[in-house]
């Protein structure tokens, strides 16, 4: 059965960095698409992410130059490296796999809540 599960959310104060991870099970890790994805209370879905199984990683603007994703498919785990946070990403985030595009998902982690805060 395939399942994503996240971890490394957290409390972060504001310029602070955090590394999610999603584990991944149950299924060809390196043949999938791996999305990151987060929701803000009252605020819509957005995929800020999204890393091929080669490794090859695209980023939403609001992210790009502060988020770096990655991929282990040894270990069959994707992360998420989280920099320059500020309270504008506090959000719950959640990881997601895919066939080749991010934009149709067919599994979802749990999710993270990622809080950044003074």
Known sequence: ???LVESGGGLVQPG?????????SGFTFHAYT??????APGKERERISCISGNGGADYADAVKGRFNASR?????TAYLQMSGLTPEDTATYYCAAAFATCDYPIRWGQGTQVTVSA
């Open 16 to 24: 602070g960095s955090l590394r999610l991870a999603c584990a991944a």
């Open 72 to 76: 282990d498919n040894a270990k069959n």
């Open 1 to 3: 059965q395939l399942q």
């Open 34 to 39: 791996i999305g990151w994805f987060r929701q």
